[in-house]
């Protein structure tokens, strides 16, 4: 899972005229974020930053992270893509390539989202410890992945167990930060063939 394979991935992809995940932001997350007024906002290992692009598209100023600098290149040009299209679509988005297990905003923010990001549980409660250390208090962080259960009863993703998610370890990492949980469970997302298992965590800074 280094940088040096997502370089590959994602510069495959684009050569093909593709992408390797969809262009509209994730169902899950626009569902659950989307009527949240705008502030600032994280994509955390935002990929191609199809998340980053939407949030920005509805007024947030957003910075997306990854580790893959080929991946956030195609998110640029879609930003510019989007600003020189007939809407005019403004994309406050500021790119920045660095790890999510070491990466903490420089200035707190309202929201962060992390789509898909899939580590061993070591890893992964550094990425969510990160995410808690960068929201300002009341902020949000919104956090979908593949779930372990996937392989047994779900169709697609990762097969490597060490890498799904658990919402048991899920609630372990956020019980590490300062973190309220406000949900922390398995979900099911429609895909062909089938259904997907899904692990989300949502969960706020608390006020005070």
């Not at 956030?72 to 920045?96: P, S």
């Not at 990762?158 to 609630?171: S, W």
């Amino acid at each position: 899972m280094s940088n040096a394979m997502w370089d590959e991935r994602y510069t495959e992809a684009a050569a093909a005229g593709s992408t390797v995940w969809s262009r509209g932001p994730n169902a899950w997350i626009e569902s659950t974020v989307g009527a949240l007024p705008p502030g600032r906002a994280v994509d955390l290992a935002a990929g191609e930053g199809r998340n980053a692009l939407w949030l920005a598209s509805l007024g947030w100023p957003v910075t997306a992270v990854d580790f893959s600098a080929a991946g956030l290149a195609i998110g640029k040009a879609r930003a510019a893509e989007l600003r020189a299209g007939t809407d005019g679509v403004d994309t406050d988005i500021d790119w920045v390539v660095a790890d999510a297990t070491t990466w903490v905003a420089p200035e707190p923010v309202d929201l962060v989202v992390i789509a898909y990001l899939q580590l061993p549980a070591e890893q992964l409660a550094r990425a969510v410890a990160n995410a808690a250390a960068s929201l300002r208090p009341g902020g949000t962080l919104a956090m979908i992945g593949h779930d372990r259960d996937n392989l047994s009863r779900g169709i697609g993703g990762p097969q490597n167990p060490l890498i799904l998610h658990d919402v048991a370890e899920l609630r372990a990492a956020a019980a590490s930060t300062d973190l309220e949980v406000i949900e922390c469970r398995q979900v099911e997302r429609p895909v062909d063939g089938g259904v997907a298992i899904d692990a989300i965590l949502l969960a706020r800074r608390p006020t005070d």
